[in-house]
């Protein structure tokens, strides 16, 4: 163990709802490792991952750069490790755009988690984060979000859309949308829903002859599918699409 790594606490604002006895259990001398990603000016720059699903405590922290004009997007599955945290801090300079589509998904007794902070630093950039959370048994699914947009950085255009799906009522999840706005000429919004299956929509689509099960798990890929609708490439939509389905086939 590291000694210079001091452990959160559930009293930090950004680790409220995470395992902390989990860590534990990590390689504490890798806690403070970011990965810097770089977009030059004008360029795209896109990761799509799925966190491996085993009993490890997984943390991926990224730290982004979008230069002006560019463009960064990041797609992951978040549905492997009893702790697993995803947390990116992306800073954009003029008319930049940062996109994020994100799934946790998770029983037992797992906690997965988005932890976000886009920085909108300079005039007319764009952000859109779309996460989307999928629990049982005593998962739990974690979203905290965060927007700052400082004095100068008019015409900016962000969003945030957070929803998660209960399967079960032992299942939990938490979303903390915050925006933090110095400037007066922008474009901000946000959305936080928890609930069940829709209950009316199965009951349509077994009227219409579609066993319980298949109609189950229809609703819930058209669920997940709106955190990747943002991507264009279909055979890396149809693998990050495959890999949450394939962790949710072990419950439906």
């Known amino acids: 163990m590291s000694e210079s790594v001091i452990l959160p606490t559930s009293k930090d604002e950004a680790w409220r709802y995470?395992?902390?006895?989990?860590?534990?259990?990590?390689?504490?001398?890798?806690?403070?490792?970011?990965?810097?990603?770089?977009?030059?000016?004008?360029?795209?720059?896109?990761?799509?991952?799925?966190?491996?699903?085993?009993?490890?405590?997984?943390?991926?922290?990224?730290?982004?750069?979008?230069?002006?004009?560019?463009?960064?997007?990041?797609?992951?599955?978040?549905?492997?490790?009893?702790?697993?945290?995803?947390?990116?801090v992306a800073m954009l300079e003029e008319a930049a755009h940062f996109e994020l589509g994100g799934v946790t998904l998770g029983g037992r007794e797992t906690t997965r988690e988005f932890v976000v902070r886009v920085a909108h630093e300079e005039p007319r950039a764009t952000s859109n984060q779309t996460v989307r959370s999928v629990h049982w048994g005593r998962g739990t699914g974690n979203f905290l979000g965060r927007i700052d947009v400082v004095r100068d950085a008019q015409k900016t255009d962000a969003a945030q859309s957070f929803k998660g799906l209960?399967?079960?009522?032992?299942?939990?999840?938490?979303?903390?949308?915050?925006?933090?706005?110095?400037?007066?000429?922008?474009?901000c919004e946000h959305g936080a829903t928890v609930g069940q299956m829709d209950e009316m929509a199965r009951y349509y689509m077994a009227a219409r002859g579609i066993p319980p099960e298949d109609a189950r798990k229809l609703l819930v890929r058209a669920f997940l599918a709106d955190a990747f609708v943002a991507l264009d490439d279909e055979a890396e939509r149809e693998r990050m699409m495959d890999a949450a389905i394939a962790k949710l086939d072990k419950h439906l």
Not at 53 to 64: C, F, G, H, N, S
Not at 175 to 187: G, H, R, S
């Open 18 to 88: 995470s395992d902390i006895d989990a860590l534990e259990g990590m390689d504490l001398g890798t806690f403070d490792a970011w990965r810097d990603i770089t977009v030059p000016p004008g360029e795209t720059y896109r990761e799509c991952f799925v966190v491996p699903d085993d009993d490890k405590v997984e943390l991926t922290r990224l730290r982004i750069r979008i230069g002006k004009g560019a463009r960064c997007e990041i797609f992951a599955v978040n549905g492997g490790g009893l702790f697993s945290r995803i947390e990116i």
């Open 166 to 187: 209960l399967l079960d009522k032992g299942a939990s999840a938490n979303a903390v949308p915050q925006l933090e706005i110095y400037a007066d000429d922008v474009k």
